[in-house]
């Protein structure tokens, strides 16, 4: 079995795919002193959203994106997905 992050251990094989696709392309789009916070290591969270059809993800320092299935992202306004 491949290597999965923990905090998406939940996904399926084809969320987990476009979660990478996302944060690919999301990092890529990034300036470069930005890259290292925004690594796949450092995701914290990933849930499923099924309202948006994305998965919202949150990193190490506490920032949240929705990421979608054909690899675009946007920022996610909330603090958590769970809190109110």
């Given at each position: 079995?491949?290597?999965?992050?923990?905090?998406?251990?939940?996904?399926?094989?084809?969320?987990?795919?476009?979660?990478?696709?996302?944060?690919r392309?999301?990092v890529?789009?990034?300036?470069?002193?930005?890259?290292?916070?925004?690594?796949?290591?450092?995701?914290?969270?990933v849930?499923?959203?099924?309202?948006?059809?994305?998965?919202?993800?949150?990193?190490?320092?506490?920032?949240?994106?929705?990421?979608?299935?054909?690899?675009?992202?946007?920022?996610?306004?909330?603090?958590?997905?769970h809190?109110?």
């Amino acid at each position: 079995m491949l290597y999965r992050l923990p905090a998406a251990e939940d996904l399926t094989n084809g969320e987990y795919q476009f979660l990478l696709k996302a944060q690919r392309a999301h990092v890529i789009k990034l300036n470069s002193d930005k890259h290292s916070d925004f690594d796949v290591n450092n995701i914290v969270e990933v849930t499923r959203n099924m309202d948006e059809y994305c998965v919202d993800v949150q990193y190490l320092n506490g920032e949240w994106f929705h990421y979608y299935p054909d690899g675009s992202w946007s920022v996610h306004n909330k603090k958590s997905p769970h809190k109110k």
